[in-house]
T-cell receptor, first 115, second 110 residues
């Protein structure tokens, strides 16, 4: 069975703390993504990666960085957490497919609260 | 989302049929996806259209018109468990990037 695992379902951090959100997939997918989901705004792409050590900014990369040292793992880093980063964070992966049929597989999500 | 629109909320009755519309504006389009998301859970894949026309999968069907930038998800014989948010997303070919609409919250009532 396809599996995308996010390390923490719920986190509470303080303003200014460094936060790591980890994501691991076991499907040998090339593409991995980090989204945040907020009410009324839908899913917004933060960063994505299409290969090891490769990363591309999404639509809202400010305040975030990512790391992809291994194919199966894609980490999202908040260098200095702020209250406006309180959100649900969703990791996803997909096959690199020129046929366009690379559906996304999502992790369970990490709900981050920054106080 | 990136120039992708769908209604915020809809209500329908158990056993009925409901159609959720999605319109989008983009170039380099390579496919239209529908995802279902129950409250507090991750989105799960429902359907995918790349060519014009209707794709049927049991109680769920999805339609695409590329020339009109329009898709809909049709849910038949509604069940209470269909109460969820339905997310429309398109895939950009060149970057394998997905762009999502804000989602349509469907409330199914007895």
């Amino acid at each position: 069975d396809v599996k995308v695992t996010q390390s923490s379902r719920y986190l509470v951090k303080r303003t200014g703390e460094k936060v790591f959100l980890e994501c691991v997939q076991d499907m040998d997918h090339e593409n991995m993504f980090w989204y945040r989901q907020d009410p009324g705004l839908g899913l917004r792409l933060i960063y994505f990666s299409y290969d090891v050590k490769m990363k591309e900014k999404g639509d809202i990369p400010e305040g975030y960085s990512v790391s992809r040292e291994k194919k199966e793992r894609f980490s999202l880093i908040l260098e200095s957490a702020s209250t406006n980063q309180t959100s649900m964070y969703l990791c996803a992966s997909s096959l690199l497919s020129r046929g366009g049929d690379g559906e996304l597989f999502f992790g369970e999500g990490s709900r981050l609260t920054v106080l | 989302g990136q120039n992708i629109d769908q209604p915020t909320e809809m209500t329908a009755t158990e056993g009925a049929i409901v159609q959720i519309n999605c319109t989008y504006q983009t170039s380099g389009f390579n496919g239209l996806f529908w995802y279902q998301q129950h409250a507090g859970e991750a989105p799960t894949f429902l359907s995918y259209n790349v060519l014009d026309g209707l794709e049927e999968k049991g109680r769920f069907s999805s339609f695409l018109s590329r020339s009109k930038g329009y898709s809909y998800l049709l849910l038949k014989e509604l069940q209470m468990k269909d109460s969820a948010s339905y997310l429309c997303a398109y895939l950009l070919y060149n970057f394998n990037k997905f762009y999502f609409g804000s989602g349509t919250k469907l409330n199914v009532k007895p």
